[in-house]
């Protein structure tokens, strides 16, 4: 289980980073706060990219598995 922060921003640094995350394909911004704090991380251990994947293992097992998901997919793969 994970521990909810607050996090204090300006609207139009919040209007902005929506976007931005947005643009760069993220669901939403909590998705997108989460994968540049990995990054960052992994980052200053010598860890990249492929490796990133460790971090939210559990996570990504969770969210995968629901059938919202599949239907993405499906969608996405033009079986509707």
Known sequence: MGTQIS???SDKMLA???KYAKSLGYDNLQDFI????R???F???GISGLYTY????????KNW???EEDEAWQHLQGET
């Open 39 to 41: 990054e960052k991380l």
């Open 34 to 37: 989460r994968e540049m704090l």
């Open 65 to 67: 598995m629901r059938k």
């Open 54 to 61: 460790k971090a939210s293992e559990a996570s990504l097992a």
């Open 43 to 45: 980052e200053r251990e």
């Open 7 to 9: 996090l204090k921003l």
């Open 16 to 18: 902005t980073a929506k």
